[in-house]
């Protein structure tokens, strides 16, 4: 079973940044594609990005594309994303997810984390 943790969220003012973690724990770590989303109450959650085995291979929605930037640690085990230039809109609890596809639905994501808060302040 592979368990993931979410952390660094929190309340910042619009065009300030952020650097939220996933740490994987479990049976492995590196073993996945891994994803970033999105949720606020009411909508669907929202892909924003995904990254490959390596590292070396990146995908963004183009509404982030930018301003955001994932990265992982296999060494550590641990999956990143950086926000800058953060607008209020960003606000939402952010999930990492993983995935054996190359895949920007959610369905096709098979663990994911409890999430982190952002709230962006304008």
């Known amino acids: 079973q592979v368990h993931l943790v979410e952390s660094g969220g929190g309340l910042v003012q619009a065009g300030g940044s952020l650097r939220l973690s996933c740490v994987v724990s479990g049976r492995t770590g590196s073993e996945y594609n891994m994803g970033w989303f999105r949720q606020t109450p009411g909508k669907e959650r929202e892909f924003l990005a995904i990254?490959?085995?390596?590292?070396?291979?990146?995908y963004y929605t183009r509404s982030v594309k930018g301003r955001f930037t994932i990265s992982r640690n296999n060494a550590k085990k641990t999956l990143y994303l950086q926000i800058d230039s953060l607008k209020p809109e960003d606000t939402a609890v952010y999930y990492c997810?993983?995935?054996?596809?190359?895949?920007?639905?959610?369905?096709?994501?098979?663990?994911w984390g409890q999430g982190t808060q952002v709230t962006v302040s304008s």
């Open positions: 990254i490959n085995l390596s590292g070396g291979n990146t």
């Open positions: 997810a993983t995935s054996y596809r190359w895949s920007d639905d959610p369905e096709n994501y098979d663990n």
